[in-house]
């Protein structure tokens, strides 16, 4: 089992630049892959990036594919989430999560961290 606290949201500039943290505790780190999600109100968690746990295989969801990158330091247990050219519809809370390899499901979750971003 991980835990996760994720950390690093705040209010920022549109053009602006941010990252997000999501620190793990637990055995066995990297069999988790760790996504990012995140959700405005009103609306379901969206799943944006997702990194594998061991080989670092990235996606990314095609609205923030060029101005996101997740990366992990399994040595820290650590995931993030660098976000730059933000815009105004970034604006969400922003959750990362963790599923045991080959599972579908991501059933170990953050507890959220808000990033607005003013226009």
């Known amino acids: 089992q991980v835990k996760l606290v994720d950390s690093g949201g705040r209010l920022v500039p549109a053009g602006g630049s941010l990252n997000l943290s999501c620190a793990a505790s637990?055995?066995?780190?990297?069999?988790?892959?760790i996504a990012w999600f995140r959700q405005t109100p009103g609306k379901d968690r969206d799943l944006i990036a997702r990194?594998?746990?061991?080989?670092?295989?990235?996606f990314y969801k095609d609205y923030v594919k060029g101005r996101f990158t997740i990366t992990r330091d399994n040595t820290k247990n650590m995931a993030y989430l660098h976000m730059m050219s933000l815009k105004p519809e970034d604006t969400a809370v922003y959750y990362c999560?963790?599923?045991?390899?080959?599972?579908?499901?991501?059933?170990?979750w953050g507890q959220g961290t808000e990033v607005t971003v003013s226009s």
């Open positions: 999560a963790a599923r045991r390899q080959f599972e579908i499901s991501f059933d170990y």
């Open positions: 637990g055995r066995s780190f990297s069999t988790y892959d």
């Open positions: 990194i594998t746990g061991a080989d670092f295989r990235p």
